[in-house]
């Protein structure tokens, strides 16, 4: 019985449904593997092409689990830096990213699109940032009205 392995290959073929994919082995004539399960806690699926690390199990380098994409020349996080934690959401660097800054303090979300579902308001969904944005516009407003208004009731000895 041979002992288990951990090989590099790439990314053959992705079944999307399954969370499964194909690996070949260039340094093995080519071979590939069955398909081969992704060691993940999130869904997101590499590239065909994508070099990956694979775990395979005591009984060959056919079957086994994928344990992810590695960082390389081709494949380099978006602005990485010490105490940021960012998760890319696209295939497209930068596109759709959440990062959070220790020394900022800040959380980002960028995407083309945001919408937000869940709880209802006043019977009135927040469900995308043009809502929650309006709102805050609303709040804004009437801050600055409130504001005004006590203003001229200090003036007249209020």
């Not at 380098?61 to 081709?74: C, H, K």
């Not at 940021?84 to 596109?95: L, P």
Request: include cysteine.
């Amino acid at each position: 019985m041979a002992d288990a392995t951990i090989r590099l290959g790439k990314i053959s073929s992705i079944n999307y449904g399954s969370g499964k994919a194909r690996v070949i082995y260039e340094d093995r004539d080519q071979s590939v593997t069955s398909e081969l399960p992704f060691l993940a806690w999130q869904y997101q699926m590499p590239r065909i092409n994508d070099l990956v690390v694979v775990a395979c199990f005591s009984n060959g380098t056919v079957a086994g689990v994928i344990l992810g994409p590695l960082w390389s020349g081709v494949n380099q996080p978006y602005e990485g830096k010490k105490g940021d934690f960012q998760q890319e959401m696209s295939s497209t660097k930068n596109r759709a990213v959440i990062r959070y800054s220790e020394q900022d303090h800040k959380l980002m979300i960028r995407a083309p699109r945001i919408e937000f579902e869940g709880y209802e308001y006043d019977d009135k969904p927040l469900n995308t940032l043009e809502q929650i944005n309006d709102a805050v516009a609303d709040i804004e407003e009437i801050r600055k009205s409130l504001t005004e208004l006590s203003d001229r009731v200090t003036k007249l000895g209020g």
